[in-house]
């Protein structure tokens, strides 16, 4: 069991979107973060790499705080750590070879568990590999809104003076209410099927909304 960051028992509360206010959720969202040193090697790497518009996302966020919700193991169930950036000067998949190499060199320990990815291209590959349409992002943060599940969309980044940013375009409440909820911006529903299943194995505390859009 994971008895160095045990449940806050305020946390009960902030997966009621009227019991806490968003506030209240980044506050407790930075705590957690900032207690395992993994992650913090990880934002601080990536920070200090200067790559341009880059972000640790997805899974080793809110996994990570599923982790703490349940009192499991930090690594339990977290696939990989996904760290995005956005580089449109530059779209081939050399380049983007290229930082994913340098990352991996930074983070030696971590490499086989990172996933980088410069979302200036994902519009080129994804339709081959996913079979539908991508449009192009704007910005790492434009990606967020194309999750399969509206509680992924969550990120976090530091600043050179040490404070940590964090998105989440749809709110917490879900992350941690352990709620998982589809987003329909992409027709996903295959995706989010898989997702769901693999992730309420892991946590079955999980409340799963199913894929309704008609």
């Known amino acids: 069991m994971n008895a160095d960051l045990p449940m806050d028992e305020s946390d009960a509360g902030l997966g009621d979107p009227y019991a806490a206010c968003e506030e209240a959720r980044?506050?407790?969202?930075?705590?957690?973060?900032?207690?395992?040193?993994?992650?913090?090697?990880?934002?601080?790497?990536?920070?200090?790499l200067a790559l341009p518009d880059a972000w640790l996302v997805s899974g080793g966020i809110y996994q990570t705080v599923w982790n703490?919700?349940?009192?499991?193991?930090?690594?339990?169930?977290?696939?990989?750590?996904?760290?995005?950036?956005?580089?449109?000067?530059?779209?081939?998949?050399?380049?983007?070879?290229?930082?994913?190499?340098?990352?991996?060199?930074?983070?030696?320990?971590?490499?086989?568990?990172l996933e980088v990815r410069n979302q200036a291209r994902v519009?080129?590959?994804?339709?081959?590999?996913?079979?539908?349409?991508?449009?192009?992002?704007d910005c790492s943060m434009d990606s967020l809104t194309t999750y399969a599940s509206r509680t992924h969309s969550v990120a976090a980044r530091l600043t050179q003076d040490g404070r940590m940013v964090m998105h989440a375009p749809f709110g917490l409440a879900n992350l941690f209410g352990m709620r998982l909820v589809p987003n329909y911006t992409q027709p996903n529903p295959e995706t989010?099927?898989?997702?769901?299943?693999?992730?309420?194995?892991?946590w079955p505390e999980l409340t799963v909304f199913p894929w309704e859009q008609a």
């Open 26 to 48: 980044l506050t407790r969202l930075e705590q957690i973060l900032r207690s395992v040193p993994h992650v913090m090697e990880m934002l601080t790497t990536i920070r200090d």
């Open 192 to 202: 989010y099927a898989e997702k769901a299943e693999r992730m309420k194995a892991l």
């Open 68 to 113: 703490v919700l349940t009192n499991r193991p930090m690594l339990h169930g977290i696939k990989d750590f996904d760290i995005i950036y956005f580089d449109g000067s530059e779209l081939s998949y050399e380049a983007e070879d290229a930082v994913i190499g340098k990352v991996n060199k930074a983070l030696p320990d971590w490499a086989r568990l």
């Open 123 to 137: 519009h080129l590959w994804y339709e081959s590999r996913f079979g539908r349409p991508y449009r192009p992002l």
